[in-house]
């Protein structure tokens, strides 16, 4: 079994700045790639940034040159750093994971329970 807990969301101000944390844990063998995505409000889930083994990431065009997304291979843990944050940046932010288990070995997708983000004055 496989669990991602999230923690870093909050009510900030236009401009300001985010930092999100998510950590994996478990029967893990190897985490195959993490990212983040988010559900604004009334709109479906969407993708915001994924990295995988190796350290590629992958940007929605909508969040590029604000946010990062970086991963520490040790703690099993993937952080977004948000800046320039504006209201449409709104959500549920959910952390994901294409994770192996020792029980699994071709690997599941594995979700957080989200962490909500407003960005409002």
């Known amino acids: 079994q496989v669990q991602l807990v999230e923690s870093g969301g909050g009510l900030v101000q236009p401009g300001g700045s985010l930092r999100l944390s998510c950590a994996a844990s478990?029967?893990?063998?190897?985490?195959?790639?993490m990212g983040w995505y988010r559900q604004p409000p009334g709109k479906q889930r969407e993708l915001v940034a994924t990295?995988?083994?190796?350290?590629?990431?992958n940007y929605a065009d909508s969040v590029k040159g604000r946010f990062t997304i970086s991963r520490d291979n040790a703690k099993n843990t993937v952080y977004l750093q948000m800046n320039s944050l504006k209201p449409e940046d709104t959500a549920v932010y959910y952390c994901?994971?294409?994770?192996?288990?020792?029980?699994?070995?071709?690997?599941?997708?594995?979700w957080g329970q989200g962490t909500r983000v407003t960005v409002s004055s």
């Open positions: 994901h994971g294409r994770i192996v288990t020792y029980t699994r070995l071709l690997g599941d997708d594995y």
């Open positions: 478990g029967s893990i063998s190897r985490v195959n790639a």
């Open positions: 990295i995988i083994n190796g350290g590629s990431t």
